[in-house]
């Protein structure tokens, strides 16, 4: 069954960015994303400050904004690693960019100018690529004084070239999000090289997405835990609010007498009947790159069946990869078996420009989930949080700051299931 083909919804309203000075994103370092990237001081208009509806200029963003056919507008920043056209691989098209480390300090920034200033305000970048090694991958957007938005995502080894959905996870100054006119790629690959190593990535189709028009977060509960059921459910029907459990079907018990921490059968189909959204994993739980090809089809395919029959799929099928973690027997199984499915490591993304890497934060704690909650409020977008064992402490005091800030933040934050977000928040 292929189930990759999706309809293009309408994009949303802007994201008012007014007022967000030097702030990074839950969790987020600012080392790899220093002031020497950006190409003036502090300060700038600020382009952000009401909420209106999209532009036609905005519509036409949407979708492929550089396809790197042509790379004369891409040059490395400050001679800080290389650009190099690669016919190899391509995403679309004859050609993709291949991005080489420099050779101090093992990482690459290459930017280019916008033809004339675009307006961001209401949608997202994102990139097709992949990569030699795992890596965390930034894109920047800047004014005209070096003040910058930044989306970032993870790239994972060996896979075929294939969009990944950004997620803004810094933002620096007051940029002015109606006049952007640099966008720059930065990859650090943790040590120094020139290429001459195998340190490489390649990417193509730079392209934006749309933001929806109020803020989205998702519940989400992984590895199917018995905690889910104890500790979760009865916290998370406190508020009301809808919630996703990925199983690993292999690993679910008969009946509470079998030992395991896992969820019974009949939990699951309580969480089923309290409005909960069942999900699949990889039936015995190990991550992708422990998988052997001739393991994957039946791991991944199977739970797939498994909520057909069960009838947890009348929404759609939908798959979350342990870990976050993939490889390209793994995700193309799970294109052709699942309608969404979840790995990466940001939150605010956009509309999914691919719906088979939807990303998500996973095991928030302490107040992190809060703040989390709080920044996609303020900057927009789509955040997925995930949680995997529910031991007492920073685990559940992360749970319990999320419910209360999605409470907090009612009205201004939607909480939708991933039923929702395949039918209205895929962008193809």
């Known amino acids: 069954m292929d189930r990759r083909t999706y309809l293009v919804t309408a994009t949303g309203t802007v994201v008012a960015l ?12 600012d080392n790899e994303t220093d002031d020497s990237a950006s190409n003036g001081t502090d300060g700038g208009d600020d382009g952000g400050t009401d909420e209106t509806e999209n532009s036609d200029s905005n519509g036409e963003l949407l979708g492929t904004y550089d396809d790197f056919e042509d790379l004369e507008p891409w040059r490395a920043f400050q001679d800080i690693g290389a650009i190099e056209a690669d016919t190899g691989q391509s995403y679309d098209g004859s050609q993709s960019a291949r991005l080489l480390p420099g050779s101090e300090d093992g990482q690459v920034r290459v930017r280019r100018e916008t033809d004339e200033p675009i307006d961001v305000r209401d949608v997202a970048p994102g990139l097709a690529m992949t990569a030699s090694d795992d890596g965390m991958v930034r894109i920047q957007l800047q004014d005209e004084d070096g003040d910058y938005v930044e989306y970032s995502q ?41 290429g001459s190593s195998g340190q490489e990535m390649w990417v193509d189709d730079f392209h934006f997405v749309p933001k929806p028009d109020t803020p989205k977060v998702m519940l989400q509960f992984h590895g199917g835990y018995e905690t889910h059921y104890e500790e979760a459910m009865p916290r998370v029907a406190q508020y009301d609010f809808p919630a996703t459990v990925f199983v690993p079907t292999d690993r679910l018990r008969a009946d509470a007498a079998v030992d395991g921490d896992r969820l019974t059968e009949g939990q699951v189909e309580e969480l089923a009947s309290n409005g909960w959204t069942i999900g ?12 052997g090809e001739d393991q994957a089809e039946e791991l991944v395919t199977e739970p797939a069946e498994w909520l057909d029959e069960q009838g947890y799929a009348d929404d759609g099928r939908f798959f979350a990869y342990p870990g976050s973690q993939y490889t390209e027997p793994v995700y193309e199984l799970v294109q052709d078996n699942y309608d969404l499915a979840f790995a990466g490591q940001t939150q605010s993304q956009g509309y999914a420009g691919n719906p088979h890497l939807c990303s998500v934060v996973s095991n928030p704690s302490g107040d992190e989930g809060a ?7 303020e900057m927009g977008g789509i955040t997925s949080i995930g949680f995997y064992q529910l ?8 749970l319990e700051s999320t419910l209360a800030a999605l409470e907090e933040y009612s009205g201004e934050v939607d909480v939708i299931t991933p039923g929702e977000m395949a039918s209205e928040y895929v962008y193809e």
């Open 280 to 291: 699949g994993q990889t039936a015995n739980a190990a991550q992708a790159g422990s998988i």
């Open 391 to 398: 031991q007492e402490g920073e685990a559940i005091s992360g």
């Open 154 to 194: 993870q790239v994972m080894s060996d896979m075929p070239l294939t969009r990944h959905n950004f997620g803004l996870t810094r933002v620096r100054g007051e940029p002015n999000l109606e006049e952007v006119i640099v966008l720059q790629i930065i990859r650090w690959f943790g040590q120094s090289g020139d």
């Open 18 to 29: 007014a007022g967000c000075s030097e702030m990074g994103g839950p969790g987020e370092s």
């Open 371 to 377: 703040s989390l909650v709080e920044w996609t409020a």
